[in-house]
């Protein structure tokens, strides 16, 4: 596609409850990462996948976050026993690997509300 | 891991003014230095990098410092407009084989008040 695609836009949910985060990367884009941004917060980094090795996991808040990464492509980010404080914008981007530049293409994000 | 600190968290100026951004980084062996405006409502996009082999790189109005030595780095807008009212993100990042991982400041809202 033309950009990186997340889905669903919006997500509204209730505590307790387990939701998936979709994000489809720009075509050839080997590198692709999620971040997290609270009501007017900074980009708080999740996960980083790289080609086929071992993913980064080191900023995932606890073991209710897992993210996995298919095909090398599309990646799903899963957060178990939603709780309040989960809501935030989820934001997915990639990049190309060995380029000149390393920049990051982000998606439009998934709002996801926890009530 | 690294850790990046920006500063100011907000930032207001007259129209045609500058404007100055700072961050900090921890990892000595960080070499990536980007920067991204997010507009409201909008995704975050890149603006200005630098690489750790340069010391200075200007766009137009844009332009980045890096001094390694004091693990710093800056934005400096000139002449500013309204349209350059946003979020402004620093990042580093230790690029090695492809290796990029980027992270972020906690931002700084620009407001350029005309």
């Known amino acids: 596609g033309a950009g990186v695609s997340q889905s669903p836009s919006n997500k509204v949910t209730e505590k307790g409850k387990d939701v998936e985060l979709r994000c489809d990367p720009i075509s050839g884009h080997t590198a692709l990462y999620w971040y997290r941004q609270s009501l007017g917060q900074g980009l708080e980094f999740l996960i980083y996948?790289?080609?086929?090795?071992?993913?980064?996991k080191s900023g995932l808040p606890s073991d209710r976050f897992s993210a996995e990464r298919t095909g090398g492509s599309v990646s799903t980010l899963t957060i178990q026993r939603t709780q309040q404080e989960d809501s935030a914008v989820y934001l997915c981007?990639?990049?190309?690997?060995?380029?000149?530049?390393?920049?990051?293409?982000f998606g439009e994000g998934s709002r996801l509300t926890v009530l | 891991g690294e850790n990046v600190e920006q500063h100011p968290s907000t930032l207001s100026v007259q129209e045609g003014d500058s404007a100055v951004i700072k961050c900090t980084y921890s990892?000595?062996?960080?070499?990536?230095f980007p920067w991204y405006k997010q507009e409201l409502g909008k995704r975050p996009q890149l603006i200005i990098d630098?690489?750790?082999?340069?010391g200075e790189k200007k766009d137009q109005r844009i332009a980045v410092t890096l001094n390694k030595t004091a693990k710093h780095f800056s934005l400096h807008i000139t002449e500013t407009q309204p349209e350059d009212s946003a979020v402004y993100f620093c990042?580093?990042?230790?690029?090695?084989?492809?290796?990029?991982?980027?992270?972020f400041g906690a931002g700084t809202r620009l407001a350029v008040h005309p």
């Open positions: 990892d000595s062996a960080s070499n990536y």
């Open positions: 630098i690489r750790s082999n340069v």
């Open positions: 981007a990639s990049s190309l690997v060995g380029g000149s530049s390393g920049e990051l293409f």
């Open positions: 990042a580093a990042s230790k690029t090695s084989g492809g290796y990029n991982k980027l992270i």
């Open positions: 996948f790289q080609g086929n090795s071992a993913p980064d």
